[in-house]
């Protein structure tokens, strides 16, 4: 019989197919810390829920100055903390439009936001999306299976395996429930595939998520059910000089200095809309092609984008500094400067 720990209290039960094991001290010396870059405590929210719970994590702010560089490091933290599957965006998108009071969703769930009037009407864009995760099914001894979600660029080998033995957030209906990925068990698959032959290479078929649960009911009683979005528990780490460390903090980065040049109150050179857009990862970019059509025609379109370093992993990073310098470009640009 195996010692198997849920939820960080010990428990005991039988061995799991495949020889993979519950989370236990070992496993907790391997969450390594850079690798846990991913969710700045705060309000629970949740996918497909109404404003209520999700909009604190944006509503709580202060608002953002350009003349105080700390406005912006901290809005772009905040924004690298949630998530937005692709196709699940919609707590982001609910935090968004209270931090723009008369901003609109529109049905594709983009959110936009109109300033000024007359001609020329431009567009201002920024993709909220990333990679992720879903449930794909429950197990009747409480473990989640996931399918990865938002398109061919996660494709390379190790991007799965950033999963394997780390924290993530599964978002339920009743808020953010803390998981881990298992990992093998030595004992148990030590000398199973042939001599001189390599392990089998860690995917996201071979993550079992383990969120203190005993069994798909009590599963199901925490909130979870197929096809709700899991990623990396987020923690974004600020370090060096003003460097910005999380998963997809290039995104989160360029739309924070998208939301700081608005916040700016820049005088509007005609009319100029500004869009967080959704499902931009799919191969129709879904969310931008929506705006054109609702909003469009447009003289002239503009999307925010930052350089990162470590692209596509846990520790993706970005320089604020590159953040400060595109709010002024964004600013300019509104301006007709």
């Known amino acids: 019989m195996i010692r198997r720990k849920r939820d960080f209290r010990s428990r005991h039960g039988a061995s799991h197919p495949k020889g993979w094991a519950r989370c236990s001290t070992t496993l907790k010396r391997l969450l390594a810390r850079v690798l846990l870059h991913s969710a700045v405590s705060g309000p629970r ?20 100055r350009l003349s105080a560089q700390g406005d912006l490091d901290h809005l772009a933290a905040r924004f690298a903390s949630m998530t937005a599957v692709t196709g699940l965006e919609q707590a982001m998108t609910d935090s968004l439009r209270a931090l723009f009071p008369g901003s609109t969703r529109d049905r594709a769930g983009n959110v936009t936001l109109t300033l000024g009037q007359g001609s020329p009407k431009r567009l201002y864009t920024c993709p909220l999306d990333e990679v992720g995760y879903v449930v794909g099914n429950i197990l009747p001894d409480g473990f989640l299976l996931l399918r990865r979600v938002g398109g061919a660029r996660s494709a390379y080998p190790l991007f799965d395996q950033q999963l ?11 808020g953010a429930v803390p998981g881990v990925v298992a990992v093998k068990s030595v004992h148990l698959t030590r000398g199973r595939v042939g001599p001189g032959a390599p392990d089998p290479v860690f995917t996201a078929d071979s993550a079992y998520v383990d969120v203190g649960a005993s069994s798909a009911a009590e599963v199901q009683g925490l909130g979870i059910a ?5 990623s990396l528990a987020k923690r974004p780490q600020l370090y060096a000089e003003r460097l910005l460390a999380a998963p997809a903090a290039g995104r989160r980065a360029a739309c924070a200095a998208l939301a700081a040049a608005v916040q700016a109150k820049p005088k509007v050179k005609g009319t100029v809309v500004v869009a967080f857009t959704v499902q931009s990862l799919y191969a129709s970019n879904a969310g931008l092609a929506s705006v054109k059509a609702l909003l469009g025609p447009f003289d002239d379109i503009k999307s925010a984008t930052l350089p990162a370093r470590y692209a596509d992993t846990a520790v993706e990073t970005v320089a604020l500094a590159d953040a400060d310098r595109l709010v002024r470009e964004i600013v300019q640009w509104m301006e007709g400067r």
């Open 45 to 64: 929210f949740s996918v497909g829920t109404t404003t209520g719970v999700v909009t604190v994590l944006l509503s709580a702010l202060p608002p953002v």
């Open 164 to 174: 394997e033995g780390h924290r993530v957030t599964v978002f339920g209906t009743r």
């Open 226 to 230: 197929a096809l709700a979005p899991v």
